[in-house]
């Protein structure tokens, strides 16, 4: 069952697909709408699962789910994968790929392999303060409060030492 984003409790599950581009204001409409059936019909060894969406900055897909009605089987998140992928083939788009880095820098959303954010961290061309988005967030309220932190916030940390 699809309900608002904003209706999830803060102990809600969480999922971010982090695109390697922004979605174009043409595919907006549509990914939404996919998003939409594929939660409004998405269950759990047959049990209904309420489930929001949002789209963060044209470029991340963050599905929230609350498990205080029914929890995600493996079945389920299985089916959510499988959904992503056919994400991933439709808008010719990586969402899966976890080696890769978003940051704000001048204002702008930036997006770099891991392996260049760790070279430009070490070349000082990133900092400790520079906003990234910790991806591995696991409730709305890690997500509120944890997703968009100074890298010294987050696992990017390490690059740091």
């Not at 019909?41 to 029914?70: C, M, P």
């Not at 891991?114 to 303060?129: H, Q, R, T, Y």
Request: hydrophobic share 40%; proline share 2%; glycine share 4%.
């Amino acid at each position: 069952m699809l309900i608002p984003f904003q209706d999830l409790a803060k102990n809600s599950r969480l999922w971010i697909y982090q695109s390697d581009r922004k979605f174009t204001e043409e595919e907006l409409p549509k990914l939404n709408q996919e998003l939409s059936v594929f939660l409004e019909q998405w269950t759990a060894h047959g049990a209904d699962l309420n489930a929001a969406f949002e789209i963060k900055y044209d470029r991340f897909i963050v599905i929230g789910l609350d498990q205080s009605l029914n929890a995600a089987s493996g079945c389920s998140i299985d089916a959510q994968v499988r959904f992503i992928q056919k994400l991933e083939a439709a808008y010719e788009v990586s969402l899966l790929d976890k080696m890769n880095v978003t940051y704000i820098q001048n204002d702008r959303l930036h997006f770099k392999p891991l392996a260049d954010f760790k070279k430009m961290a070490k070349d000082g061309a990133v900092g400790k303060n520079t906003i990234v988005f910790n991806n591995l967030v696991n409730t709305v309220e890690e997500y509120e409060e944890h997703w968009e932190v100074p890298a010294i916030e987050s696992w990017h940390n390490r690059f740091f030492k």
